[in-house]
């Protein structure tokens, strides 16, 4: 049998209404830094519900969070954090703010720019512990050791993992999410399905690994019509796929998909969910013709088939898996491969993979 390492210390508390729980989870903590972006915090109305309850406690609110969080955001971020001496950070919102809770963690603890720790630094001290809250349902930072960020300088997007930034609890409480806008529930529960399939693809899959892989995209698949109808119990699913997603990414990682995606998201601010769902359809072809786990394809193949297969599926929430639909030029492309070739994900995607293999692939989406 193969060799398995499963290491997740997060809590993981999920459900309806759950975020009343928080302060009871807080208790050795006096001082908090808050993470989040300016306005899903308070129409999540996370921002009310957090502040009732921690009123015993210093809170700091660093809510300068954009998509995409870049490294001069994470250094403002820790500035306050070292000044204001707080004890714990906590990321409220959706992949941006969780991730840049995790950055800024880091980074009040260590010396130097995460620029660097991207590029294999020695993480010396641990990061001050890290609470996260989503407010959407699809990047599953609140159960990973991830976080991704953004280069202005180099225009490059890249993902980080460190142990020292696993949350040491989420509060997963699907009735913040509800507020979420339609294109953000489209975008980022298409994230989260994404987690899922590239988990399982992932050379880093597990039989164990793959039930709740494909537990979340089933879920996923049968419910995120009826989210985007705005049916409680369809969102509540997505939310808890989503977590699951997370967990599934935290075993095997995201693979080539995701890689592609990022320059999709740097040159054209495309979100990031979207970008994945763009190219999903010509990633599976690929994997299909091209990798050492057709099986498994073909068996996400008869998933999708009962939604009239992964391209229609994707339509009826109005995205267009062409690339020059979504204002991308073909001239573009060459970019595009020299950013994507240098990604780790790719390492753990079970398919050799070469630069023209991207150029066929991304000028085959056009
Ligand atoms: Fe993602």
Do not use: W
């Amino acid at each position: 049998m193969k060799n398995l390492n499963f290491y997740l210390p997060t809590r993981v508390i999920f459900g309806k209404g759950r975020i009343s729980e928080l302060s009871e989870n807080l208790k050795d903590y006096k001082k908090i830094l808050i993470v989040s972006g300016k306005s899903s915090f308070k129409k999540s109305g996370a921002y009310d519900k957090i502040k009732a309850q921690l009123k015993d406690k210093k809170l700091v609110y660093f809510s300068d969070v954009k998509e995409n969080p870049d490294f001069p955001t994470l250094k403002k971020g820790s500035e306050i954090a070292r000044k204001e001496k707080v004890e714990l950070i906590m990321g409220v919102g959706g992949g941006s703010p969780m991730d840049a809770a995790k950055g800024i963690a880091l980074l009040s603890t260590n010396e130097g720019d995460m620029k660097d720790y991207m590029k294999g630094k020695e993480v010396k001290k641990r990061p001050l512990p890290i609470v996260c809250i989503p407010t959407t349902s699809g990047t599953g930072s609140e159960v990973t050791p991830y976080a991704v960020f953004t280069d202005p300088v180099s225009k490059d997007k890249g993902g980080f993992a460190n142990p020292g930034i696993f949350p040491i609890f989420s509060i997963i409480d699907p009735e913040l999410t509800y507020s979420m806008p339609d294109e953000v529930l489209i975008n980022t529960g298409i994230d989260a399905l994404t987690h899922a399939l590239e988990a399982y693809l992932s050379t880093k899959a597990t039989p164990f690994n793959d039930v709740i892989s494909i537990h979340a995209i089933e879920i996923i698949m049968g419910n995120l019509k009826d989210a985007l109808k705005r049916d409680k119990e369809a969102m509540d699913r997505i939310s808890y796929a989503s977590m699951i997603a997370g967990i599934a990414i935290t075993n095997a990682g995201t693979l080539l998909l995701h890689a592609m995606g990022y320059p999709l998201t740097v040159f054209h601010g495309i979100p990031h969910g979207k970008a994945n769902a763009i190219l999903l359809p010509a990633f599976l072809d690929f994997m299909r013709e091209n990798s050492s786990v057709k099986e498994k394809v073909e068996l996400l193949d008869g998933i999708f088939e009962e939604y009239g297969g992964i391209v229609k599926f994707l339509k009826e929430f109005n995205i267009s898996t062409r690339l020059s639909e979504n204002g991308i030029k073909e001239e573009e492309i060459k970019v595009f491969v020299e950013k994507t070739i240098t990604k780790k994900n790719l390492k753990i995607t079970p398919a050799k993979i070469t630069k023209e293999d991207l150029y066929e692939l991304y000028k085959g989406t056009f």
